[in-house]
């Protein structure tokens, strides 16, 4: 045992603190001494190691504020393009390939040689494209397969119209590119907008926007294929456009379309009959305008019923129907925005909207699985592209 001859109170000159001095200095301290020393020392260390939590907590809940505050005051378009920046795997390869189309040389009559292999290719070639007056509707069928019972407000129509065949920019060139812009949602974020762009002829579907969709869906329209209630109504739909054609479904969208261009209203009666308000004055000249030969509908669906489960007249998609077309005025055709993706029932079904994908379950009209397996036979063959990569 330790004999303490006397304490120091000496204060060190090197600022030590103040230690026991012992008889004998060999002797070791007896064990509640060091239990004493140790627990003091582990008491400090753990307020040190608490200081040093509760300040990278601190600095931890600051960072998790600043991301979920700051984006709420940044503008949305700004928000929209940090979030838009990104890209999957699958979306670089496609825009590669989307690049790799349009820089290489352009084949002509690529797509009616790739159409050989199909059983179905004598019916998808040698269409018209517009109604012209010297040429007359040769069924017996009502719109929108043919123009029975139109007659009369075809001709007041045509009369309208200045060049009702088809422009001179359209059958230009060696060898053309078409774009069929289509509706679906996974057109969104795809960035293709510049690569749409680049097409000889860009066909779009009905009230489908560009404006604030430039980079997604590009920013220019060749021919847009509408009937009256689906007409986009804001003037900024129409620029950069070339033309509008007019998709027959009544008699009375051929009067809409005389009165869209001689300026002359239609009359209360006449708009009451339309399912929805329709507008009254597009921005185009009269030559801007063209009436879709109703053959492309009755030839779309003639192929699409060898792929459907029912049997008769089969009213296709404006989308299928301005695919078709497109194989009579381009050499090489590419779709983009098409495919409607069923097991996702929660994924976008439009680009420019937030209905949901299980909404299409409602559609009676047309039959969209059979239009699904229709261009996937053509995007097999070669004879048609797809872009979005969703068929």
């Not at 000159?13 to 002797?27: F, Q, V």
């Not at 008491?43 to 991301?67: M, Q, T």
């Not at 459907?308 to 077309?325: F, H, I, R, W, Y």
Request: aromatic content about 8%; hydrophobic content about 40%.
């Amino acid at each position: 045992m330790v004999t303490l001859n006397h304490l120091s109170v000496r204060a060190p000159d090197d600022g030590s603190p103040l230690l026991l001095e012992a008889a004998e200095a060999a002797t070791p301290t007896p064990l509640f001494h060091w239990q004493q020393l140790i627990a003091e020392t582990d008491s400090w260390e753990f307020s040190l190691g608490r200081s040093k939590n509760l300040a990278f907590s601190l600095v931890l809940l600051i960072g998790c504020y600043s991301a979920i505050l700051i984006p709420a005051y940044l503008p949305l378009d700004t928000v929209a393009a940090l979030s838009d920046d990104s890209h999957h795997p699958e979306d670089l390869v496609l825009l590669n390939e989307s690049a790799s189309l349009l820089s290489g040389p352009c084949p002509p009559r690529w797509c009616l040689n790739h159409l050989k292999s199909l059983s179905l290719s004598a019916g998808l070639q040698d269409i018209p494209v517009f109604v012209q007056p010297e040429r007359s509707v040769p069924w017996d069928l009502s719109p929108p397969l043919g123009l029975q019972g139109s007659e009369k407000h075809l001709a007041l129509a045509l009369s309208s119209l200045p060049q009702p065949g088809l422009p001179p920019s359209l059958t230009e060139g060696n060898c053309r590119r078409c774009v069929v812009v289509g509706n679906g949602g996974v057109l969104h974020g795809s960035h293709l907008g510049s690569h749409i762009d680049q097409y000889d002829i860009i066909i779009r579907l009905n009230n489908a926007p560009v404006s604030g969709y430039e980079k997604d869906a590009g920013s220019h329209t060749t021919i847009r294929l509408v009937y009256p209630e689906a007409a986009p109504h804001s003037p900024n739909e129409y620029k950069n456009t070339t033309m509008v054609a007019l998709v027959v479904f009544k008699s009375l969208d051929l009067d809409w379309l005389t009165s869209v261009i001689t300026k002359q209203p239609l009359g209360f009666w006449s708009k009451i009959w339309f399912w929805r308000e329709v507008v009254d004055d597009i921005p185009l000249r009269p030559e801007n305008f063209r009436i879709l030969h109703p053959e492309i509908i009755r030839k779309t669906g003639q192929v699409l019923q060898k792929y459907a489960l029912k049997q008769g007249n089969m009213v296709p998609t404006l989308g299928a129907s301005a695919l078709v077309m497109a194989l009579q005025l381009c050499d090489q055709v590419s779709l983009a925005g098409f495919g409607y993706n069923m097991q996702h029932p929660e994924a976008r079904l439009h680009y420019y909207e937030n209905i949901r994908m299980d909404a299409i379950k409602a559609q009676v009209v047309h039959d969209v699985n059979a239009e699904k397996l229709f261009l996937r036979d053509l995007v097999a063959a070669g004879a048609v592209t797809d872009l979005t990569g969703a068929l």
